[in-house]
C-alpha cells in the first residue's frame, strides 16, 4: 500500500528551464509534506515542505504547491540548474505518528 | 549532515553473519529513526525509536531488532543476514516538519 507515489522515475530538463516534480497521496491525515534532494554515496537532505493547511510554499528558486483535493503535491525549480541532477524524494508526516512515508523518489537530470 | 553519525559506512557480510550498525546523534533528540532505500522503493521505515528506552516497528521490520539504552545512539541489528537485506540504511532524527538523516551505510550479504 504505497501512501505517497511518485510516477515519474526520471526527468530530464534543460538548463535554465523549469523543472516539475509530481506527488501524490492517498492518506487525507498527513500533516506535512517535505521534499528530500539526494546526491549518491550522501543521505537524503531537506529542502522545502508544507503544512497541510497551506497550498503554496516559497524559497528562493524552489516553490511547493499543494492541492489537497486532488492529493497532489509538486516541486517547482526555476530556474533549473547543473546542481540540481539528484534524486528527489517526496514525503509526507502523519498527524500524531511523526515518521516519514516516502515516495519511489524521481531522478533529476539537467542538461547544459 | 552534521549531528547524525553512521558507522560502519560500508561491510560486505556473508549470508548467516550478524552485525550491528550504529547510529549516533548530538542533537539530543527524542525520536529517531531506521530506514532502508531499495531501488524504485523510496525508503521504507524498519524500526524507529521514541526515547530512550523505547523501540517500535516501522514498515519492514522482520529480521531486523534495535535498541535505544543511551538518548543518543540507536542500533540496528541483524541476526542472521539474508541476500534480501542489501541495502542502503540510513538512521534518521527528527518530528513534525524538520528530519536530519546520516549519510548512510551500505550493506551487502553475499
Known amino acids: 500500500d504505497q501512501q505517497v507515489k511518485q510516477n515519474s522515475p526520471s526527468l530530464s530538463v534543460q538548463e535554465g528551464r523549469i523543472s516539475i516534480l509530481n506527488c501524490d497521496y492517498t492518506n487525507s491525515m498527513f500533516d506535512y509534506f517535505l521534499w528530500y534532494k539526494k546526491y549518491p554515496a550522501e543521505g537524503p537532505t531537506f529542502l522545502i515542505s508544507i503544512s497541510s493547511i497551506k497550498d503554496k510554499n516559497e524559497d528562493g528558486r524552489f516553490t511547493v504547491f499543494l492541492n489537497k483535493s486532488a492529493k497532489h503535491l509538486s516541486l517547482h525549480i526555476v530556474p533549473s540548474q547543473p546542481g540540481d541532477s539528484a534524486v528527489y524524494f517526496c514525503?509526507?508526516?502523519?498527524?500524531?505518528?511523526?515518521?516519514?512515508?516516502f515516495g519511489q523518489g524521481t531522478r533529476l537530470t539537467i542538461n547544459p | 549532515n552534521a549531528g547524525v553519525t553512521q558507522t560502519p559506512k560500508f561491510r560486505v557480510l556473508k549470508t548467516g553473519q550478524s552485525m550491528t550498525l550504529l547510529c549516533a546523534q548530538d542533537?539530543?533528540?527524542?525520536?529517531m529513526y531506521w530506514y532502508r532505500q531499495d531501488p524504485g522503493m523510496g525508503l521504507r521505515l524498519i524500526h524507529y525509536?521514541?526515547?530512550?528506552?523505547?523501540?517500535a516497528k516501522g514498515e519492514v521490520p522482520d529480521g531486523y531488532n534495535v535498541s535505544r539504552l543511551k538518548k543518543q545512539n540507536f542500533l540496528l541489528g541483524l541476526e542472521s543476514a539474508a541476500p534480501s537485506q542489501t541495502s542502503v540504511y540510513f538512521c534518521?532524527?527528527?518530528?513534525?516538519?524538520?528530519?536530519?538523516f546520516g549519510s548512510g551505510t551500505r550493506l551487502t550479504v553475499v
Open positions: 514525503a509526507a508526516v502523519i498527524q500524531g505518528a511523526q515518521k516519514l512515508v
Open positions: 534518521a532524527i527528527g518530528q513534525g516538519s524538520s528530519y536530519t
Open positions: 542533537m539530543n533528540h527524542e525520536y
Open positions: 525509536s521514541v526515547g530512550e528506552g523505547t523501540t
